[in-house]
């Protein structure tokens, strides 16, 4: 007799896959960022890393991510002279530099 139904297995939390390549360009720093809000939405106009201001001229993309109670904002950003992941996490109020795209 097959089992049905629920399968521990196929849940998102039960099984997390092992990275075996490690990405250089995965930072998870700590940033500082200026930014505006306008109409419930946030706007990062700079940021400092490393003692670096970095001025934002462009936002390609955003999205939200659920992390438990918590939701990440990820901002895919051009200054210019480089693309970066960065997010604001809505719990801790803080911003982290999440990765350099190539």
Known sequence: MSQSGFNPKARWDRHIPQDSNHD???LNERIQAIVFF???KIYP???IWNNKIYKVK???YNWQERQGKEIINYFSVNTGSG??????NNTTLGWRLDKIIE
Do not use: E, V
């Open 24 to 26: 250089s360009s995965l």
């Open 38 to 40: 306008k109409g419930g």
């Open 45 to 47: 106009r700079r940021f």
């Open 58 to 60: 462009a936002i390609n």
């Open 83 to 88: 693309f970066y992941q960065i997010s604001f």
